[in-house]
């Protein structure tokens, strides 16, 4: 791609009441669009991470046998007074709107109710079980709150994903690979480290539900980490009896700020029972479907993200995630044949990454070295490659990775293969 005809540009101030680094950030490299508070677009490069994002989700849900479906936006009213759940004072939250002929629908911002009215169309027995349903779809929740950039925002895209099991045993065999299947997402995203299986609260029939918070100084939450345990405990949930219960000492535990970016959550039978999801059982008694419910906010794993990879200058994306691997930058030459032989090399190896499918960025712009440099530092893409005089002389580019400060030439005719050997690293 060529960097002057890449919709979205870099500006030098973000928006005055953005408050959030992830937000001012990604404003500035042209990845994303304030639309108004707690409201943002994606821009081609802010959509190329959200994309990476979901697909590794997509990955790791189809391996423990996630289906993939989606559902509408536009909610049913009776479903959520079925389950307590309509009124305002129950969810805090919810957009609403009318019909024409003035009856109310809800806007999404969970889907466990109409996901399992529907379900019922499709479970009659035991054969019909178990099975798990994901969708990547808009929730819109009317957040008070909205001072963390793509952290919290009003709109956004949801991994969520329904688990339906014949019994406990059954859910808790899901719930387990699900578990897993949490930690090797935030793994691959480059979080693996700062992310800690939480006991937080909620669930049915058991006491808590798991979120999987990383430790940054941008979260809203409060938890207790038990390092050596790789778990953590959410401040909510936080009390002796909890600390017996799961064999942790009060002064053993470290105080920090993270933010959820997964939520695991048993229903137990308590939905099924409520929206009348019955099966009949291998015993022939007909009985409730236990239900999981598995989310992830790809906005706000992205933001997170941005928040730990970051330096003074910009981004420092991950390659896993990066909206494109190389970076490459031709300079100006004063000498007309230098520069023709500058802007060709740049352009045939961009065309070559691109036919490999090594996605690369190309500034062709007729701008200063220094203006490049920093544009491509704050846009964060892993490995940067200068086409310059300097560098033509020794027939070579420059190879510089955003990760590090340091830089070295790399021969015309090496670069190709080496760059395969970076990507596939
Ligand atoms: P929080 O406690 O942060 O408000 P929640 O408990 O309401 O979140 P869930 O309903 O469990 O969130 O949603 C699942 C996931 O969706 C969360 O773990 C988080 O990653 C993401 N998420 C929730 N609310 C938002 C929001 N307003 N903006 C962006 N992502 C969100
Ligand atoms: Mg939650």
Redesign the pocket.
Same mark, same amino acid.
């Given at each position: 791609m060529r960097y002057s005809r890449l919709f979205g540009k870099t500006t030098k101030t973000a928006p005055a009441d953005e408050t959030a680094k992830n937000a001012q950030l990604l404003l500035k490299a042209g990845f994303i669009y304030k639309e108004m508070a707690g409201v943002y677009a994606y821009l081609p490069l802010g959509l190329r991470v959200t994309e990476k994002i979901k697909q590794i989700i997509r990955e790791e849900m189809n391996a423990v046998g996630g289906q993939e479906i989606i559902m509408t936006t536009l909610q049913r009213k009776e479903l959520w007074e079925k389950t307590d759940r309509w009124s305002d004072e129950a969810v805090d939250i919810w957009f609403k709107a009318q019909l024409k002929n003035g009856s109310e629908v809800g806007l999404a911002w969970?889907h466990e109710e109409p996901i399992t009215d529907m379900v019922k169309n499709y479970v009659g027995s035991y054969r019909d079980l178990p099975f798990c349903v994901y969708q990547f779809q808009n929730k819109l +929740?009317n957040?008070t709150r909205a001072k963390s950039g793509i $952290? +919290?925002?009003r709109e956004?895209v $949801?991994k969520d994903l329904y688990s339906y099991a014949r019994n406990n045993e059954e859910h808790q065999v899901i719930y387990d690979a699900m578990t897993q299947a949490y930690l090797r997402i935030f793994d691959r995203v480059g979080l693996g480290e700062q992310t800690y299986f939480t006991f937080a609260s909620g669930g049915a029939f058991t006491q808590f539900s798991h979120e999987f918070q990383t430790v940054t100084p941008a979260g809203?939450d409060t938890i207790y980490l038990y390092r050596a345990k790789r778990l953590a405990v959410n401040k909510e949930v936080l009390n002796d009896e909890v600390l017996a219960q799961l064999d942790l000492k009060r002064e053993e535990l470290e105080e920090v700020a993270a933010s959820?970016?997964?939520?695991i959550f048993n229903f137990g039978t308590t939905k099924s029972e409520q929206l009348g999801l019955m099966f009949t059982d291998e015993d022939g008694k007909t009985k409730p479907v236990v239900l999981g419910s598995y989310?992830? #906010?790809i #906005? +706000?794993l992205m933001g997170v993200i941005v928040e730990h990879y970051a330096d003074e200058r910009g981004i420092v994306w991950p390659k896993s995630v990066a909206p494109a691997l190389v970076h490459i930058v031709s300079l100006k030459a004063k000498d007309e044949a230098m520069a023709e032989r500058i802007e060709q090399i740049a352009s045939s190896l961009h065309d070559e990454l691109e036919n490999l499918g090594i996605e690369t960025i190309w500034d062709e712009r007729d701008a200063s070295a220094g203006e490049k440099f920093a544009d491509a530092d704050l846009i964060g893409i892993p490995l940067r490659l200068v086409v310059s005089e300097k560098t033509l002389k020794e027939d070579s580019v420059e190879w510089k990775l955003r990760s590090s400060t340091e830089s070295r030439f790399v021969k015309l005719d090496d670069v190709l293969e080496e760059i395969e050997v970076y990507v596939s690293e």
């Open positions: 969970s +929740r957040e $952290m +919290r925002t956004f $949801m809203e959820e970016v997964g939520n989310g992830i #906010g #906005g +706000r």
